[in-house]
């Protein structure tokens, strides 16, 4: 499979092979990377593959895509080391029902991205040493180490923002050691954005070393996104007998939302999509008004959707054949601010005893409001975003059963301040 740019149009398409995909992570234009065609998926294989196992479901949608680059075995091998977590469709009440995309090791969706981009690179690296350069404002940062811990050639140097983590997230990053060295920044996210990006725009620092971002658009992050909403379909499905749902999907820049429009794509039977946000309501303004107004994003109780200028609008377009009436017959929009998210989690713990993170509960909030017949997708686990559940429900939300020794492990990091030239020093010494 070749992939091109969202931003390249006509007969002169340029094509890049996998690997160059993977590794530049956004294109030579500044555009996404696309597929060079959607496979089709046979869905009486996906159902039959199902009821076995989410990686062996996984594994025939990974090898529609991946199979002419990778090795069957080695693919296997990825697959089963990415997800070897569980994935659950929740029923909280008659009509109301949620998968829940969290149970694996960082507690959030990202996992199934990060961790399937990390097996893969260690086999298209081969040879390479490779350093993986990330900042991050929690989420993305702990799911990308985790998703490379151990991957042979990769160092992960992760940049996060001192004391603007919370605890948990801080945990993920600090007390995994080998291959993965975390840099405390004395300063902000902005900083550490910033600083990274600095490094790839030095030649000559990229001469030295091999770096590399693992960036949510990341094609390697995205294409395996679009998996679970076939699982999630097959649940669906079992628990009412129906077979073409409402998925609503609480996003932010919208790389979750458009691997379901992916796996709509590859034939999965769905009857439209619900985006849904918080108060940063860019895509839901659109699809009412069709002028696309990116803006500086405003914080919200569910910060990891606050995004203002959603990278991802460019593969939503792509897909949709840049025809935003075709986008409306495929999607609804829906936003809620924070009183109603503080709402929803509040609501779903006293009618349902339900405990759920804020950004999932934006997804139950416009499921409510639309009366969705279908499903919303769970994108954190409560005790994630303790702070903000704890203030809806009146006590600490419960931790996750898979938590094991995190919070009492050593947290081992580096210090710097919000410079350039220390993190420059920092990477040719490491
Ligand atoms: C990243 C994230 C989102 C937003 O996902 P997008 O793909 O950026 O739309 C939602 N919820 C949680 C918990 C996240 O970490």
Redesign the pocket.
């Known amino acids: 499979m070749r992939y091109f740019s969202t931003r390249d149009r006509g007969d002169e398409k340029r094509f890049f092979s996998l690997k160059e995909a993977a590794t530049k992570g956004l294109a030579h234009d500044g555009g996404l990377f696309m597929p060079e065609h959607i496979p089709a998926a046979e869905m009486k294989v996906v159902e039959d593959l199902y009821k076995k196992s989410y990686s062996e479901m996984a594994l025939y949608l990974a090898g529609l895509f991946f199979g002419d680059d990778v090795e069957a075995q080695r693919l296997k091998t990825t697959v089963e080391r990415a997800y070897d977590f569980p994935i659950k469709m929740k029923s909280i009440a008659e009509g109301m029902n949620t998968l829940e995309l969290f149970h694996g090791p960082t507690f ?3 996992d199934f991205g990060a961790r399937f981009m990390g097996q893969m690179m260690g086999i298209l690296n081969d040879n390479d040493e490779v350093t993986v350069l990330t900042a991050t404002s929690g ?2 940062g702990s799911a990308v180490a985790n998703g490379f811990y151990g991957v042979k050639g990769v160092k992960v140097v992760v940049l996060y923002p001192a004391g603007k983590i919370s605890p948990l997230q801080e945990a993920q990053m600090t007390t995994l050691y080998g291959n993965i060295y975390p840099l405390k920044v004395n300063g902000t996210f902005d900083d550490c954005q910033r600083m990274v990006k600095a490094m790839f725009a030095d030649e000559k620092m990229r001469e030295e070393i091999n770096i590399t971002s693992a960036n ?1 658009i990341n094609i390697l992050r995205w294409i395996p996104q679009s998996f679970y909403y076939f699982y999630g379909w097959c649940a669906w499905k079992e628990l009412t007998g129906k077979e073409l749902p409402y998925i609503v999907v ?8 458009t691997a379901g429009m992916l796996a709509r794509r590859m034939g999965l039977p769905v009857k439209g999509f619900v985006a849904a946000s918080n108060a940063n309501d860019v895509i839901p303004e659109f699809l009412k008004s069709a002028e696309y107004r990116p803006r500086a994003s405003v914080q919200t109780v ?1 910060n ?2 606050d ?1 203002g200028a959603p990278s ?1 609008y460019e593969r939503m377009m792509c897909l949709c054949g840049n025809d935003i009436e075709k986008l409306r017959m495929e999607m609804r929009g829906f936003s809620a601010n924070d009183d109603e998210i503080v709402a929803a989690i509040k609501e779903m713990h006293e009618k349902y005893d339900y405990q759920s ?1 804020p ?1 999932s509960a934006v997804g139950y909030a416009a499921a409510k409001e639309l009366d969705v017949d279908g499903f919303w997708l769970s ?2 686990c409560a005790a994630k975003f303790g702070e903000v559940t704890e203030r809806a429900i009146g006590k600490k939300p419960k931790l996750p059963e898979n938590i094991g020794e995190l919070l009492s492990r050593k947290r081992v990091f580096t210090e710097i301040s919000a410079e350039e030239n220390e993190l420059k020093k920092y990477l040719l010494q490491v």
């Not at 996003?251 to 939302?257: A, C, D, H, Q, T």
């Open positions: 959030a969706f990202k989420d993305t949510s609480p996003s932010g820049n919208y790389g979750n939302l569910a990891a959707m995004v991802n993170c950004h994108t954190a």
